[in-house]
Nanobody, 126 residues
Framework: QVQLVESGGGSVTAGGSLRLSCLVS????????MAWFRQLPGKEREGVAA???????AYTDSVKGRFTISQENEKKTLILQMDNVQPEDTAMYFC????????????????????WGQGIQVTVSS
């Protein structure tokens, strides 16, 4: 099994920055793909950013140029650096891991991610 634990959420004013972290532990896969998703109450969970084992990244259009996904600590920590955040970025953010995605050229569909963190709230005020 894989355990994912998010941290770093909270409240911020529009134009500010937040840094989300996700600690990965448990079973290790050869070429995992990791991603951040977000969800508003009553809405479907949407992909925000993803990074594959080789460092290729993908972002949803609304966050391109503002958010950066990366990995630290020998890929045991997933990072989402959120800059110039906007009120529409307000959501519950989830860390996710897929075990069988090789290289990515775009945001992988949610159905490929069987492992999830518990989620962390990000609130952006105007």
């Amino acid at each position: 099994q894989v355990q994912l634990v998010e941290s770093g959420g909270g409240s911020v004013t529009a134009g500010g920055s937040l840094r989300l972290s996700c600690l990965v532990s448990g079973r290790q896969y050869t070429t995992p793909c990791m991603a951040w998703f977000r969800q508003l109450p009553g809405k479907e969970r949407e992909g925000v950013a993803a990074i594959d084992f080789y460092g290729n990244t993908a972002y949803t259009d609304s966050v391109k140029g503002r958010f950066t996904i990366s990995q630290e600590n020998e890929k045991k920590t997933l990072i989402l650096q959120m800059d110039n955040v906007q009120p529409e970025d307000t959501a519950m953010y989830f860390c996710a891991l897929a075990s069988d995605i090789n290289r990515i050229a775009s945001m992988p569909p949610i159905r490929y991610f069987p492992y999830w963190g518990q989620g962390i709230q990000v609130t952006v005020s105007s």
